[in-house]
């Protein structure tokens, strides 16, 4: 029989814990958080008389009674509610405490509020164990309501503002959704690499990674410091080696020993090596390497040119055609120099693929992927859904009840340019030209999302000039299997298409598009041995959040943005 004792059962456990004065703190934190007080259904007044131990950062502060105590507002990041700290003078420095962006750890004790206030707890300081005290007059984040565009500019404190924070946590929401959407059906999550050597989108928008400048750079500094050997210096070192070689030679003419020999021959070998590394060195020339005139990136890092990945999408294409169903979920990135406000140079992308499915199946898992990641936000995060409808956009909650509950609209390419085309006869008037053959603007986009439909809607069957190479050619010939789910507020906000599975029909494509043939050797192989149909679609990550938010500017809802001129931190 084992000598190690049982744990108590789950039910004994529970009832300590109820029978405990002093709230349970968070797992791995020496503070309870500020969540598992003010948001139970009480609004934490069934806490009333418990201890507990609070870590936060101040948003307001004041002053009381003669200054006998201050009242603090408490955030800790966990919900976008604050809770209510009553810190009397005896305890703690109150100016100090009352500063906005000052943090603070107290014990105290929650009690219920005078009738009347709108919060449903407060705490009562015992004791003050921390303080992370703020200067006023060089904090950047002053107590009062900040732009966003102000916010851009302090990246590394925004997080501590009511929007920024909210938007934190709509983002953690949706990223667990997505991951929980796809494990749910089966899918597999795939890390695709960062580092690629093919190009996606074909467009050629891509961020080199190199070391040749930064080698250039440490090659010049070493040739200034230990200049190349001269042709003298290759001469003296070839002389003695011709020296050596001698006296090798007159050695085993000699008959000597072994020994003498071989300690000969080493001499011989060591001199022989000294001429290559000199002759060796006496080649390099700064700068950057060239061959036919042409930078030589067989002397780069991965002797190869490589880029920064703008999809993972061609890469997760290796893994379904062998697992099936899988996705991916990471960043991606565009040297777009481009300054709106739908762009970054980084961004992330969720790309499932499924195998031995074709478009209709993309579009059913598109939609049903959009609709369940909006009743999530609905089910998980509505507080901070609250706070952007009460801050950012009256109508953003009433728009995920919308695109949750409804079915998508779906139609051809050439049936969305004829609506369009309608409504410019009937007197609308777009920035963009409407005609067959063109790349839907997003006014148009919104026009049939917020306009003609009100709701999401699936264009199917584009032009294949306008689509990528591995798009599926349709037996017209002149579509391609693509979609694109268009939604309100954003206009594209997914892009995907049944791919191309014909090994002679993608070889072809690729030759058409101008693109060589050799990055993409790898990829032609998936069509040459089992090849399967198959389809998938990408979401950006980022418009997904401002379709949920209703925020107008990309930039605001990635922790970090990366765009041109901008990459703080």
Known sequence: MSDISSPPPADQLAAVTLDSDEIPKAEFSDRVPIQSIIRREDGGSGLAGKKARIGGWVKTGR???KDAFAFLELNDGSCAGNLQVIVEASLSDLGQLVLTGTSVVVDGHLKLPPAGTKQKIELRADKVLHVGPVDPSKYPLPKGRLTLEFLRDFVHLRSRSNAISAVARIRNALAYATHTFFNKHGFLYVHTPIVTTSDCEGAGEMFQVTT?????????????????????????????????????SQLKSAKA?????????????????????LEERSKLQPGIPRKDGKVDYTKDFFARQAFLT??????VESYVCALSSVYTFGPTFRAENSHTSRHLAEF?????????????????????YVKFLCQWLLDNCLEDMQFMADKIDKGCIDRLKLVASSPFVRLSYTEAVEILEESVKNGKKFENEVKWGIDLASEHERYLTEVKYQKPVIVYNYPKDIKAFYMRLNDDSKTVAAMDVLVPKVGELIGGSQREERYDVIQQRIKEMDLPVEPYEWYLDLRRYGTVKHAGFGLGFERMILFATGLENIRDVIPFPRYPGRADL
């Open 212 to 248: 040749l400048f930064s080698e250039a750079e440490r090659l010049e500094k070493d040739l200034i410091q230990n200049p190349p050997p001269t042709e003298a210096d290759i001469e003296a070192a070839k002389l003695v080696v011709q020296e050596k070689g001698e006296v090798v």
């Open 310 to 315: 703008v999809s993972g999408q061609l890469q």
């Open 63 to 65: 002053k009381a009674d």
């Open 348 to 368: 992330w992308m969720v790309e499932p693929e499924i195998a031995f499915a074709d478009l209709e199946d993309d579009m059913n898992c598109a939609e049903a």
């Open 257 to 277: 020993n072994k020994k003498e020999i071989s300690a000969s021959v080493d001499e011989l070998k060591k001199a022989k090596e000294n001429v290559s590394k």
